[in-house]
Protein backbone atom coordinates (compact mmCIF):
# COMPACT_ATOMS: atom_id res chain seq x y z
CA UNK A 1 0.00 0.00 0.00
CA UNK A 2 1.47 3.42 -1.08
CA UNK A 3 0.64 6.85 -0.08
CA UNK A 4 1.37 9.71 -1.88
CA UNK A 5 0.49 13.47 -1.15
CA UNK A 6 0.01 15.58 -3.87
CA UNK A 7 2.09 18.56 -4.44
CA UNK A 8 1.18 19.92 -7.27
CA UNK A 9 -1.63 19.55 -9.86
CA UNK A 10 -3.10 20.52 -13.47
CA UNK A 11 -6.50 20.00 -14.47
CA UNK A 12 -7.59 20.91 -17.51
CA UNK A 13 -10.03 18.77 -19.05
CA UNK A 14 -10.72 20.62 -20.68
CA UNK A 15 -8.02 22.98 -21.37
CA UNK A 16 -8.50 26.84 -21.18
CA UNK A 17 -9.16 28.61 -24.06
CA UNK A 18 -5.70 30.55 -23.85
CA UNK A 19 -3.71 27.36 -23.29
CA UNK A 20 -1.58 27.59 -26.26
CA UNK A 21 -0.72 31.67 -25.07
CA UNK A 22 0.09 30.19 -21.62
CA UNK A 23 2.44 27.39 -23.01
CA UNK A 24 3.88 30.40 -25.42
CA UNK A 25 4.53 31.76 -22.34
CA UNK A 26 6.08 29.34 -19.88
CA UNK A 27 8.40 28.15 -22.61
CA UNK A 28 9.52 31.39 -23.78
CA UNK A 29 8.66 30.71 -27.38
CA UNK A 30 6.14 29.33 -29.53
CA UNK A 31 6.78 26.13 -29.43
CA UNK A 32 8.10 24.55 -33.64
CA UNK A 33 6.76 21.43 -35.02
CA UNK A 34 6.04 19.07 -32.16
CA UNK A 35 2.02 18.48 -32.87
CA UNK A 36 -0.50 19.61 -30.90
CA UNK A 37 -0.86 16.52 -28.47
CA UNK A 38 2.75 17.32 -27.28
CA UNK A 39 2.06 20.93 -26.82
CA UNK A 40 -1.12 20.07 -24.38
CA UNK A 41 0.94 17.93 -22.52
CA UNK A 42 4.12 20.36 -22.20
CA UNK A 43 1.04 22.91 -21.30
CA UNK A 44 -0.38 20.43 -18.62
CA UNK A 45 2.98 19.03 -17.25
CA UNK A 46 4.94 21.98 -16.66
CA UNK A 47 1.84 23.88 -15.38
CA UNK A 48 1.46 20.90 -12.48
CA UNK A 49 5.17 21.91 -12.07
CA UNK A 50 4.78 25.32 -11.77
CA UNK A 51 1.73 24.79 -9.02
CA UNK A 52 4.19 21.79 -6.98
CA UNK A 53 7.46 25.25 -7.31
CA UNK A 54 9.58 22.90 -9.44
CA UNK A 55 11.17 23.88 -12.19
CA UNK A 56 12.70 20.27 -12.81
CA UNK A 57 11.91 17.11 -11.18
CA UNK A 58 14.88 15.44 -9.03
CA UNK A 59 16.65 12.69 -10.83
CA UNK A 60 15.12 9.86 -8.86
CA UNK A 61 11.59 11.18 -10.11
CA UNK A 62 9.34 9.49 -12.60
CA UNK A 63 7.24 10.47 -15.78
CA UNK A 64 4.64 8.12 -16.53
CA UNK A 65 1.65 9.23 -18.95
CA UNK A 66 -1.41 7.68 -19.97
CA UNK A 67 -3.73 8.68 -23.07
CA UNK A 68 -7.19 7.05 -24.40
CA UNK A 69 -6.17 8.10 -27.86
CA UNK A 70 -2.81 9.39 -27.87
CA UNK A 71 -1.24 10.74 -31.10
CA UNK A 72 -3.91 9.42 -33.39
CA UNK A 73 -4.49 12.61 -35.08
CA UNK A 74 -0.77 12.52 -36.53
CA UNK A 75 -1.18 9.20 -37.23
CA UNK A 76 -3.65 10.14 -39.50
CA UNK A 77 -1.76 12.07 -40.99
CA UNK A 78 1.41 10.13 -41.67
CA UNK A 79 -0.87 7.87 -43.14
CA UNK A 80 -2.35 10.67 -45.80
CA UNK A 81 1.11 11.58 -46.37
CA UNK A 82 1.71 8.26 -47.35
CA UNK A 83 -0.29 7.97 -50.12
CA UNK A 84 2.08 9.34 -52.48
CA UNK A 85 4.99 9.39 -50.89
CA UNK A 86 7.43 9.45 -47.40
CA UNK A 87 5.91 11.31 -44.46
CA UNK A 88 7.78 14.60 -43.54
CA UNK A 89 9.99 13.41 -40.62
CA UNK A 90 8.63 15.65 -37.88
CA UNK A 91 5.41 14.48 -38.98
CA UNK A 92 6.72 11.14 -38.40
CA UNK A 93 8.12 11.35 -34.89
CA UNK A 94 4.79 13.19 -33.71
CA UNK A 95 3.17 9.88 -34.40
CA UNK A 96 5.70 8.38 -31.63
CA UNK A 97 3.91 9.14 -27.97
CA UNK A 98 6.91 8.87 -26.21
CA UNK A 99 8.04 11.98 -27.91
CA UNK A 100 6.54 14.14 -25.73
CA UNK A 101 8.81 12.62 -22.89
CA UNK A 102 11.67 13.67 -24.34
CA UNK A 103 10.49 17.19 -25.16
CA UNK A 104 9.43 17.00 -21.09
CA UNK A 105 12.62 15.83 -20.23
CA UNK A 106 14.53 18.58 -22.42
CA UNK A 107 12.21 21.44 -21.27
CA UNK A 108 13.21 20.88 -17.98
CA UNK A 109 16.73 19.92 -18.49
CA UNK A 110 16.07 16.45 -16.78
CA UNK A 111 16.85 12.94 -17.42
CA UNK A 112 15.46 10.13 -16.22
CA UNK A 113 13.00 7.29 -16.22
CA UNK A 114 10.17 8.29 -17.91
CA UNK A 115 7.23 5.65 -19.77
CA UNK A 116 4.34 5.93 -22.16
CA UNK A 117 1.11 4.21 -21.16
CA UNK A 118 -1.48 3.69 -24.03
CA UNK A 119 -4.95 3.25 -23.05
CA UNK A 120 -4.93 2.11 -19.67
CA UNK A 121 -7.18 3.58 -16.91
CA UNK A 122 -5.60 6.32 -14.66
CA UNK A 123 -5.80 4.02 -12.05
CA UNK A 124 -3.78 1.40 -14.04
CA UNK A 125 -1.91 4.03 -14.69
CA UNK A 126 -1.21 4.84 -11.16
CA UNK A 127 -0.68 1.28 -10.23
CA UNK A 128 2.24 0.62 -12.65
CA UNK A 129 3.82 4.23 -11.29
CA UNK A 130 3.27 3.34 -7.73
CA UNK A 131 5.35 -0.17 -7.93
CA UNK A 132 8.25 1.78 -9.48
CA UNK A 133 8.51 5.18 -7.48
CA UNK A 134 10.89 5.90 -5.27
CA UNK A 135 11.71 8.69 -2.88
CA UNK A 136 11.54 11.33 -5.48
CA UNK A 137 7.63 10.71 -6.65
CA UNK A 138 6.13 10.53 -9.74
CA UNK A 139 4.72 12.98 -12.13
CA UNK A 140 2.08 11.25 -13.87
CA UNK A 141 -0.40 12.43 -16.33
CA UNK A 142 -3.33 11.95 -18.65
CA UNK A 143 -3.26 13.59 -22.05
CA UNK A 144 -5.47 13.60 -25.12
CA UNK A 145 -6.64 16.54 -27.29
CA UNK A 146 -9.42 15.20 -29.09
CA UNK A 147 -13.13 15.06 -27.75
CA UNK A 148 -12.21 18.98 -26.55
CA UNK A 149 -8.50 17.84 -24.82
CA UNK A 150 -7.43 16.83 -21.72
CA UNK A 151 -4.22 17.66 -19.34
CA UNK A 152 -4.46 16.37 -16.25
CA UNK A 153 -1.41 15.90 -14.06
CA UNK A 154 -0.80 14.90 -10.68
CA UNK A 155 3.15 15.38 -9.23
CA UNK A 156 2.99 12.57 -6.45
CA UNK A 157 5.23 12.25 -3.55
CA UNK A 158 5.21 9.28 -1.14
CA UNK A 159 4.30 10.47 2.19
CA UNK A 160 4.71 7.67 5.45
CA UNK A 161 3.14 10.14 7.90
CA UNK A 162 -0.37 10.67 6.47
CA UNK A 163 -3.21 10.11 8.89
CA UNK A 164 -6.52 9.06 9.20
CA UNK A 165 -9.13 10.90 7.22
CA UNK A 166 -8.81 8.43 3.70
CA UNK A 167 -12.44 6.97 1.92
CA UNK A 168 -12.55 5.10 -1.03
CA UNK A 169 -13.09 7.06 -4.09
CA UNK A 170 -13.74 6.29 -7.70
CA UNK A 171 -11.08 6.19 -9.98
CA UNK A 172 -12.02 9.77 -11.35
CA UNK A 173 -11.32 11.33 -8.15
CA UNK A 174 -7.40 10.99 -8.71
CA UNK A 175 -7.83 14.65 -10.73
CA UNK A 176 -9.78 15.88 -8.47
CA UNK A 177 -9.13 19.05 -6.88
CA UNK A 178 -10.59 18.70 -3.26
CA UNK A 179 -8.06 15.72 -2.43
CA UNK A 180 -4.60 16.45 -0.67
CA UNK A 181 -3.45 12.51 -0.18
CA UNK A 182 -3.95 9.04 -2.15
CA UNK A 183 -3.25 5.74 -1.64
CA UNK A 184 -3.48 2.32 -3.80
CA UNK A 185 -5.70 0.14 -2.23
CA UNK A 186 -5.94 -3.59 -3.50
CA UNK A 187 -9.67 -2.60 -4.39
CA UNK A 188 -8.78 0.21 -5.90
CA UNK A 189 -7.86 4.33 -4.41
CA UNK A 190 -8.49 5.93 -1.35
CA UNK A 191 -8.39 9.86 -1.07
CA UNK A 192 -7.94 12.25 1.69
CA UNK A 193 -9.90 14.90 1.02
CA UNK A 194 -8.05 18.44 1.08
CA UNK A 195 -8.68 19.70 5.38
CA UNK B 1 11.52 -8.53 -3.00
CA UNK B 2 10.28 -11.51 -4.66
CA UNK B 3 13.33 -13.15 -7.29
CA UNK B 4 11.97 -12.88 -10.73
CA UNK B 5 12.71 -15.72 -13.05
CA UNK B 6 12.70 -15.61 -17.35
CA UNK B 7 10.28 -18.91 -17.07
CA UNK B 8 9.41 -19.17 -20.67
CA UNK B 9 10.58 -17.35 -24.04
CA UNK B 10 9.02 -17.48 -27.14
CA UNK B 11 10.05 -15.71 -30.63
CA UNK B 12 9.02 -14.85 -34.07
CA UNK B 13 11.79 -12.86 -36.45
CA UNK B 14 13.33 -13.03 -39.47
CA UNK B 15 15.38 -16.17 -38.40
CA UNK B 16 12.50 -18.64 -37.52
CA UNK B 17 8.76 -18.89 -36.14
CA UNK B 18 10.08 -20.16 -33.11
CA UNK B 19 13.54 -20.19 -30.67
CA UNK B 20 14.51 -22.84 -31.87
CA UNK B 21 13.97 -22.42 -35.61
CA UNK B 22 16.09 -19.12 -34.63
CA UNK B 23 18.86 -20.43 -33.09
CA UNK B 24 19.08 -23.23 -35.80
CA UNK B 25 19.03 -20.62 -38.09
CA UNK B 26 21.94 -18.73 -36.46
CA UNK B 27 24.27 -21.72 -36.40
CA UNK B 28 23.90 -21.69 -40.17
CA UNK B 29 25.18 -18.32 -40.36
CA UNK B 30 21.52 -16.23 -40.30
CA UNK B 31 19.34 -15.84 -43.46
CA UNK B 32 19.27 -13.00 -45.87
CA UNK B 33 16.85 -9.65 -45.90
CA UNK B 34 13.90 -8.93 -48.04
CA UNK B 35 13.19 -6.16 -49.88
CA UNK B 36 10.68 -3.24 -49.15
CA UNK B 37 9.87 -0.63 -51.18
CA UNK B 38 8.62 2.87 -50.25
CA UNK B 39 6.86 5.10 -52.16
CA UNK B 40 8.75 9.20 -53.63
CA UNK B 41 11.62 10.49 -53.95
CA UNK B 42 13.80 9.23 -50.54
CA UNK B 43 12.01 6.03 -50.91
CA UNK B 44 12.73 2.89 -53.34
CA UNK B 45 13.86 -0.45 -51.88
CA UNK B 46 15.14 -0.95 -48.90
CA UNK B 47 16.66 -4.40 -47.13
CA UNK B 48 14.14 -5.78 -43.94
CA UNK B 49 14.38 -8.51 -42.04
CA UNK B 50 10.65 -9.89 -42.43
CA UNK B 51 8.99 -12.89 -40.36
CA UNK B 52 8.92 -15.54 -42.65
CA UNK B 53 5.37 -16.16 -42.77
CA UNK B 54 2.66 -14.86 -45.49
CA UNK B 55 1.81 -11.36 -45.30
CA UNK B 56 -2.03 -11.78 -46.24
CA UNK B 57 -4.39 -9.95 -43.38
CA UNK B 58 -2.56 -7.91 -40.92
CA UNK B 59 -5.14 -9.12 -37.88
CA UNK B 60 -4.85 -13.02 -39.07
CA UNK B 61 -0.78 -13.17 -39.32
CA UNK B 62 -1.17 -11.32 -35.93
CA UNK B 63 -2.98 -13.34 -34.41
CA UNK B 64 -1.03 -16.51 -35.47
CA UNK B 65 2.16 -15.21 -34.36
CA UNK B 66 1.13 -14.08 -31.47
CA UNK B 67 -0.24 -17.21 -30.12
CA UNK B 68 2.55 -19.18 -31.49
CA UNK B 69 5.24 -17.55 -29.55
CA UNK B 70 2.59 -16.95 -26.14
CA UNK B 71 2.55 -20.76 -26.78
CA UNK B 72 6.10 -21.50 -27.03
CA UNK B 73 6.35 -18.93 -23.78
CA UNK B 74 4.02 -20.64 -21.80
CA UNK B 75 1.69 -17.56 -21.83
CA UNK B 76 -1.62 -21.08 -21.24
CA UNK B 77 0.01 -21.36 -17.71
CA UNK B 78 -0.71 -17.99 -16.43
CA UNK B 79 -3.99 -16.08 -18.23
CA UNK B 80 -4.93 -14.62 -15.31
CA UNK B 81 -1.76 -12.68 -14.63
CA UNK B 82 -0.41 -9.44 -15.73
CA UNK B 83 0.29 -9.30 -19.62
CA UNK B 84 2.37 -6.56 -20.77
CA UNK B 85 2.19 -5.77 -24.83
CA UNK B 86 4.72 -3.88 -25.95
CA UNK B 87 5.10 -1.96 -29.37
CA UNK B 88 5.69 1.50 -30.91
CA UNK B 89 2.82 0.48 -33.96
CA UNK B 90 0.38 -1.18 -32.47
CA UNK B 91 -2.01 -2.58 -35.40
CA UNK B 92 -1.31 0.36 -37.65
CA UNK B 93 -0.72 -2.30 -40.61
CA UNK B 94 -4.02 -3.19 -39.72
CA UNK B 95 -5.32 0.26 -39.77
CA UNK B 96 -3.63 0.72 -43.15
CA UNK B 97 -5.86 -2.24 -44.51
CA UNK B 98 -9.05 -1.45 -43.55
CA UNK B 99 -9.20 -4.16 -41.03
CA UNK B 100 -8.55 -2.10 -37.68
CA UNK B 101 -9.48 0.85 -35.96
CA UNK B 102 -7.21 3.68 -34.17
CA UNK B 103 -8.24 2.84 -31.04
CA UNK B 104 -5.55 1.68 -28.01
CA UNK B 105 -8.26 -0.08 -25.78
CA UNK B 106 -9.40 -2.06 -28.61
CA UNK B 107 -6.03 -3.19 -29.79
CA UNK B 108 -5.07 -4.71 -26.18
CA UNK B 109 -8.63 -6.27 -25.81
CA UNK B 110 -8.32 -8.00 -29.25
CA UNK B 111 -4.89 -9.33 -28.04
CA UNK B 112 -6.21 -10.54 -24.87
CA UNK B 113 -8.91 -12.40 -26.68
CA UNK B 114 -6.74 -13.92 -28.61
CA UNK B 115 -4.46 -15.06 -25.73
CA UNK B 116 -8.05 -16.08 -23.46
CA UNK B 117 -6.36 -13.47 -21.01
CA UNK B 118 -8.35 -12.41 -18.34
CA UNK B 119 -5.42 -10.64 -16.15
CA UNK B 120 -4.66 -6.94 -15.81
CA UNK B 121 -3.23 -5.62 -19.49
CA UNK B 122 -0.95 -3.45 -19.73
CA UNK B 123 0.26 -1.89 -23.47
CA UNK B 124 3.84 0.38 -23.39
CA UNK B 125 4.99 2.11 -25.76
CA UNK B 126 8.25 3.84 -25.47
CA UNK B 127 9.14 3.28 -28.80
CA UNK B 128 12.60 0.86 -29.54
CA UNK B 129 12.95 0.45 -25.73
CA UNK B 130 9.25 -0.72 -25.01
CA UNK B 131 9.68 -4.51 -24.40
CA UNK B 132 12.64 -3.53 -21.77
CA UNK B 133 10.33 -0.70 -20.51
CA UNK B 134 7.43 -3.60 -20.00
CA UNK B 135 10.43 -5.90 -18.51
CA UNK B 136 11.28 -3.45 -15.97
CA UNK B 137 7.70 -2.35 -15.17
CA UNK B 138 6.79 -6.04 -15.20
CA UNK B 139 9.57 -7.10 -12.48
CA UNK B 140 8.23 -4.13 -10.43
CA UNK B 141 5.08 -5.71 -9.95
CA UNK B 142 6.18 -9.09 -9.30
CA UNK B 143 8.91 -7.76 -6.84
CA UNK B 144 6.30 -5.81 -4.93
CA UNK B 145 4.40 -9.24 -5.13
CA UNK B 146 1.60 -7.40 -6.77
CA UNK B 147 1.46 -10.89 -9.12
CA UNK B 148 3.02 -14.04 -9.56
CA UNK B 149 3.39 -14.12 -13.24
CA UNK B 150 3.67 -11.91 -15.87
CA UNK B 151 4.37 -11.60 -19.72
CA UNK B 152 5.81 -9.36 -21.76
CA UNK B 153 4.38 -9.74 -25.49
CA UNK B 154 6.73 -7.32 -27.77
CA UNK B 155 5.02 -7.04 -31.34
CA UNK B 156 6.44 -4.82 -34.80
CA UNK B 157 4.71 -6.07 -37.67
CA UNK B 158 5.38 -4.91 -40.92
CA UNK B 159 3.72 -1.48 -41.90
CA UNK B 160 4.52 1.25 -44.45
CA UNK B 161 4.31 4.30 -41.92
CA UNK B 162 7.40 3.29 -39.58
CA UNK B 163 9.09 1.73 -42.63
CA UNK B 164 8.44 5.63 -44.13
CA UNK B 165 9.23 7.39 -40.99
CA UNK B 166 12.43 5.39 -40.39
CA UNK B 167 13.62 6.43 -44.51
CA UNK B 168 12.26 9.90 -44.24
CA UNK B 169 14.62 10.22 -41.46
CA UNK B 170 17.35 8.87 -43.86
CA UNK B 171 17.70 6.34 -40.87
CA UNK B 172 18.05 2.84 -43.35
CA UNK B 173 21.35 1.58 -44.81
CA UNK B 174 20.78 0.67 -47.96
CA UNK B 175 22.96 -2.25 -47.82
CA UNK B 176 22.91 -4.24 -44.79
CA UNK B 177 23.36 -3.89 -40.91
CA UNK B 178 26.73 -2.95 -39.80
CA UNK B 179 26.90 -2.87 -36.08
CA UNK B 180 30.24 -1.26 -34.82
CA UNK B 181 31.35 -1.47 -38.40
CA UNK B 182 33.91 0.26 -40.04
CA UNK B 183 31.17 1.24 -43.42
CA UNK B 184 28.28 1.52 -41.21
CA UNK B 185 25.43 3.60 -43.02
CA UNK B 186 22.44 3.03 -40.75
CA UNK B 187 19.93 0.17 -39.62
CA UNK B 188 18.54 -2.42 -41.00
CA UNK B 189 14.41 -2.66 -39.54
CA UNK B 190 12.62 -5.92 -38.97
CA UNK B 191 9.46 -7.92 -37.63
CA UNK B 192 9.29 -9.76 -34.45
CA UNK B 193 7.14 -11.12 -31.83
CA UNK B 194 8.48 -11.90 -28.63
CA UNK B 195 7.15 -13.25 -25.57
CA UNK B 196 9.26 -13.68 -22.32
CA UNK B 197 7.33 -15.33 -19.25
CA UNK B 198 8.63 -13.68 -15.87
CA UNK B 199 7.43 -15.42 -12.41
CA UNK B 200 8.28 -15.27 -9.06
CA UNK B 201 7.24 -18.83 -8.27
CA UNK B 202 8.97 -20.71 -11.39
CA UNK B 203 12.20 -20.82 -10.64
CA UNK B 204 14.50 -21.09 -13.82
CA UNK B 205 17.95 -20.81 -15.84
CA UNK B 206 17.84 -16.92 -15.90
CA UNK B 207 16.76 -14.25 -13.26
CA UNK B 208 16.09 -10.89 -14.02
CA UNK B 209 18.14 -9.05 -11.13
CA UNK B 210 16.70 -5.29 -12.21
CA UNK B 211 16.68 -2.59 -15.23
CA UNK B 212 16.60 0.93 -15.86
CA UNK B 213 15.01 3.15 -18.52
CA UNK B 214 16.67 7.04 -18.51
CA UNK B 215 15.00 9.31 -21.04
CA UNK B 216 17.44 12.30 -22.12
CA UNK B 217 15.26 14.94 -24.53
CA UNK B 218 17.96 16.62 -25.91
CA UNK B 219 18.35 14.63 -29.40
CA UNK B 220 15.07 13.93 -30.59
CA UNK B 221 16.08 10.80 -32.54
CA UNK B 222 19.24 9.59 -31.31
CA UNK B 223 21.43 8.48 -28.04
CA UNK B 224 23.44 10.84 -25.49
CA UNK B 225 26.70 9.50 -23.97
CA UNK B 226 25.51 10.99 -20.52
CA UNK B 227 22.80 8.99 -20.33
CA UNK B 228 24.19 5.86 -21.58
CA UNK B 229 26.55 5.94 -19.00
CA UNK B 230 23.40 7.39 -16.39
CA UNK B 231 21.50 4.03 -17.80
CA UNK B 232 24.22 1.53 -17.09
CA UNK B 233 25.05 3.16 -13.84
CA UNK B 234 20.82 2.76 -12.85
CA UNK B 235 20.50 -0.56 -14.09
CA UNK B 236 23.30 -1.88 -12.04
CA UNK B 237 22.78 -0.43 -9.12
CA UNK B 238 18.98 -1.94 -9.29
CA UNK B 239 20.69 -5.30 -9.77
CA UNK B 240 23.11 -4.57 -6.93
CA UNK B 241 25.88 -5.37 -8.85
CA UNK B 242 29.49 -3.24 -10.03
CA UNK B 243 30.52 -3.31 -13.50
CA UNK B 244 33.24 -5.39 -13.04
CA UNK B 245 30.49 -7.99 -12.37
CA UNK B 246 29.17 -8.16 -16.23
CA UNK B 247 30.39 -10.67 -18.31
CA UNK B 248 28.49 -9.94 -21.56
CA UNK B 249 26.41 -6.86 -22.94
CA UNK B 250 24.23 -7.20 -25.15
CA UNK B 251 24.69 -4.29 -27.44
CA UNK B 252 22.34 -1.82 -29.27
CA UNK B 253 24.60 -1.28 -32.15
CA UNK B 254 22.20 -1.32 -34.82
CA UNK B 255 24.86 0.02 -37.83
CA UNK B 256 23.32 3.74 -37.23
CA UNK B 257 26.65 6.21 -37.84
CA UNK B 258 25.90 8.28 -35.07
CA UNK B 259 24.48 6.13 -32.25
CA UNK B 260 26.98 3.46 -32.59
CA UNK B 261 29.95 5.72 -32.11
CA UNK B 262 27.58 7.49 -29.01
CA UNK B 263 27.29 3.75 -27.30
CA UNK B 264 30.86 3.11 -27.87
CA UNK B 265 31.81 6.28 -26.25
CA UNK B 266 29.06 5.25 -23.27
CA UNK B 267 30.57 1.55 -22.72
CA UNK B 268 33.96 2.83 -22.79
CA UNK B 269 33.27 5.48 -19.99
CA UNK B 270 31.21 3.20 -17.97
CA UNK B 271 33.67 -0.01 -18.22
CA UNK B 272 37.31 0.63 -17.28
CA UNK B 273 37.48 -3.21 -17.96
CA UNK B 274 35.37 -4.44 -21.15
CA UNK B 275 32.97 -7.11 -21.11
CA UNK B 276 32.21 -9.33 -24.22
CA UNK B 277 29.88 -7.58 -26.48
CA UNK B 278 27.15 -9.17 -28.77
CA UNK B 279 24.75 -7.50 -31.12
CA UNK B 280 21.71 -9.48 -32.52
CA UNK B 281 21.00 -6.66 -35.43
CA UNK B 282 22.30 -8.24 -38.28
CA UNK B 283 21.07 -11.34 -37.55
CA UNK B 284 17.18 -10.36 -37.27
CA UNK B 285 17.40 -6.50 -37.95
CA UNK B 286 16.39 -3.49 -35.34
CA UNK B 287 12.66 -4.76 -34.68
CA UNK B 288 12.10 -1.60 -32.70
CA UNK B 289 9.62 -2.11 -29.65
CA UNK B 290 10.03 -6.31 -29.60
CA UNK B 291 13.62 -5.80 -30.30
CA UNK B 292 14.67 -6.02 -26.21
CA UNK B 293 12.29 -9.01 -25.74
CA UNK B 294 13.04 -10.75 -29.26
CA UNK B 295 16.64 -10.32 -28.39
CA UNK B 296 16.72 -11.97 -25.04
CA UNK B 297 15.08 -14.54 -26.09
CA UNK B 298 17.04 -15.17 -28.66
CA UNK B 299 20.28 -14.38 -26.76
CA UNK B 300 19.47 -16.46 -23.79
CA UNK B 301 18.84 -19.65 -25.66
CA UNK B 302 21.99 -18.85 -28.22
CA UNK B 303 24.30 -18.67 -24.38
CA UNK B 304 22.71 -22.13 -23.64
CA UNK B 305 22.97 -24.20 -27.24
CA UNK B 306 26.68 -22.36 -27.65
CA UNK B 307 25.66 -20.57 -30.63
CA UNK B 308 26.85 -17.00 -31.59
CA UNK B 309 26.39 -14.58 -34.84
CA UNK B 310 28.58 -13.89 -37.53
CA UNK B 311 29.50 -10.38 -37.91
CA UNK B 312 30.52 -9.69 -41.66
CA UNK B 313 31.39 -6.06 -41.45
CA UNK B 314 34.73 -4.86 -40.88
CA UNK B 315 34.68 -2.89 -36.75
CA UNK B 316 35.48 0.12 -36.87
CA UNK B 317 38.90 1.04 -34.74
CA UNK B 318 38.41 4.10 -34.17
CA UNK B 319 34.95 3.44 -31.90
CA UNK B 320 37.57 1.47 -29.84
CA UNK B 321 35.10 -1.30 -28.67
CA UNK B 322 34.43 -4.88 -30.51
CA UNK B 323 32.66 -7.48 -30.68
CA UNK B 324 32.86 -10.63 -29.36
CA UNK B 325 33.67 -13.11 -32.44
CA UNK B 326 32.51 -16.41 -30.66
CA UNK B 327 30.52 -17.38 -27.17
CA UNK B 328 32.62 -16.23 -24.26
CA UNK B 329 33.98 -18.93 -21.95
CA UNK B 330 31.77 -17.62 -18.52
CA UNK B 331 28.55 -15.75 -18.99
CA UNK B 332 26.69 -15.14 -15.62
CA UNK B 333 25.74 -11.86 -15.80
CA UNK B 334 24.47 -10.38 -19.18
CA UNK B 335 23.31 -6.68 -19.72
CA UNK B 336 20.88 -6.39 -22.20
CA UNK B 337 20.62 -2.44 -24.04
CA UNK B 338 18.12 -0.84 -26.25
CA UNK B 339 18.97 2.33 -27.28
CA UNK B 340 15.63 4.09 -29.53
CA UNK B 341 13.51 7.20 -30.19
CA UNK B 342 12.92 10.33 -27.73
CA UNK B 343 15.94 10.01 -26.26
CA UNK B 344 15.39 6.52 -24.84
CA UNK B 345 17.91 4.61 -23.31
CA UNK B 346 17.32 0.93 -21.21
CA UNK B 347 19.10 -1.80 -20.10
CA UNK B 348 18.56 -4.56 -18.07
CA UNK B 349 20.22 -7.48 -15.77
CA UNK B 350 20.13 -10.92 -16.00
CA UNK B 351 21.33 -13.57 -14.04
CA UNK B 352 22.32 -17.39 -15.50
CA UNK B 353 21.70 -19.01 -12.27
Known amino acids: MKT ?39 YGALRCMADAGEKTLPPQAQIWLGSRRGTYAATDIVLEQLREDLPMPMAFLQTQPSQLLAL ?28 QAGKDGVLLGWLDEMDGGMSNWLRLRPCADAAGGFHVAPAEALFSTQISHLRLVNTGVEVKPVA | MKPVYLAGRGLACALGLDVKTSVAALRQGGVSTSSYSLPGALGGSFPYHAIPFPRNDWNERARTLVLGVATE ?3 QLIRSGVLFIATSSFDIGGVEQGTAQMDYSAFSNKIAAWLDWSGPVYVINTACTSSLNALIAAQALLNAGEAEDALVLGIELDNQPTMGGFASLQLLSSGSSKPFGANRDGLVLGEAVSALRLSTHESAQWQMLGGANVVDG ?51 AAFPKMP ?42 ELGVELAASV ?22 LERT
Open chain 1, 4 to 42: FTISGRCIASPPPADWREQLTQMLGAKPRRIGTWAELGL
Open chain 2, 218 to 268: SQPTGASATAVVSMYQRALEASCLTADAIDLIKVQAAGSPGNDAVEAQGLR
Open chain 1, 104 to 131: LAAQTDWKGHACFVAGAEPLALLRLAAA
Open chain 2, 73 to 75: AGA
Open chain 2, 328 to 349: PDRVRHVLATILGFGGSHASVV
Open chain 2, 276 to 317: SLVSLKAAMGHTMGASGAAEIALLTACLEQGVWPEYEAVADA
